[in-house]
């Protein structure tokens, strides 16, 4: 007898948007409803701030960039490849257990692409890393680019969630919640940032070849969660 059991769709969801712009508020959402077809994986801020040696690096980012940009991106990206396959892990675990669930939903805050298209660019076009630094994560990115473009088949989907929030709103946001590694992040470096994402987010809207969704982060927590509510994730 052939079975007719099919298997699950696979839609990874990138939460994308400005320091401070909302995406844990949208994260914490979803690990609360307790799904067992959903995922979340979190930026890894304890690892960036507390490492082996004790040292912050996040702090030190901020604090002295032309220092530490490449030391930092280096350490994201790994981040990123790391949460890259963590997906890919459990995908492969949920598509030999699953019999019943139509779709599985992963969401993960950022991705490689963003950490390119808009941390790296900034800080190459502002002169924190020198040309073969930039190079280098050129590299890295180029060759985890490809996977993720693999991704999007018959089975598979990816998609960013864009949560358009404003620079000055997030700098509020930033100060209200008073960490410590972010205190030299200044309001001209967050409008940096988020024309860099405009960018980035227009070319994707204009190639379009990668699905974008895009939530207003201006507006309180209940409403955000409304309107991710809209768009039927789930």
């Known amino acids: 007898m052939i079975s007719t059991v099919q298997s699950p769709k696979i839609v990874i969801n990138s939460i994308e948007g400005n320091i401070a712009c909302g995406k844990s508020t949208i994260l914490d959402y979803m ?11 979190q930026e890894p801020i304890a690892e960036w701030t507390n490492m082996k040696s004790g040292t912050d690096l996040l702090r030190l980012f ?8 490449f030391a930092f991106e280096n350490l994201v990206q790994l981040s990123r490849m790391r949460s890259f396959y963590q997906v890919e892990k459990l995908k492969q675990k949920y598509q030999s257990e699953s019999q019943n669930e139509e779709i599985m939903n992963f969401f993960v805050e950022r991705s490689i ?28 990115h180029d060759f985890f680019a490809k996977k993720l473009n693999s991704v999007d088949n018959s089975n598979e989907i990816f998609q960013i969630i864009y949560i358009k929030t404003s620079p000055e709103v997030c700098f509020q946001r930033l100060k209200k919640r008073n960490r410590q590694s972010e205190n030299e992040i200044s309001l001209d470096y967050l409008r ?18 990668t699905r974008v969704q895009i939530i207003d982060g201006n507006s ?8 991710i509510k809209k768009l039927n994730l789930f």
Do not use: G
């Open 220 to 227: 309180n927590q209940q409403n955000v969660i409304s309107q």
């Open 192 to 209: 940096n940032i988020q024309q860099k994402y405009e960018n980035w987010i227009n070319r994707l809207l204009e190639e379009n070849n």
């Open 113 to 140: 692409l963003s950490s390119y298209n808009v941390f790296t660019l900034n800080s190459f076009q502002e002169n924190k890393l020198n040309q073969v630094e930039f190079d280098i994560l050129t590299k890295f």
């Open 31 to 41: 690990s609360s409803r307790n799904k067992k077809n959903t995922h979340c994986l």
């Open 62 to 69: 901020y604090e002295e960039q032309t220092k530490w940009t």
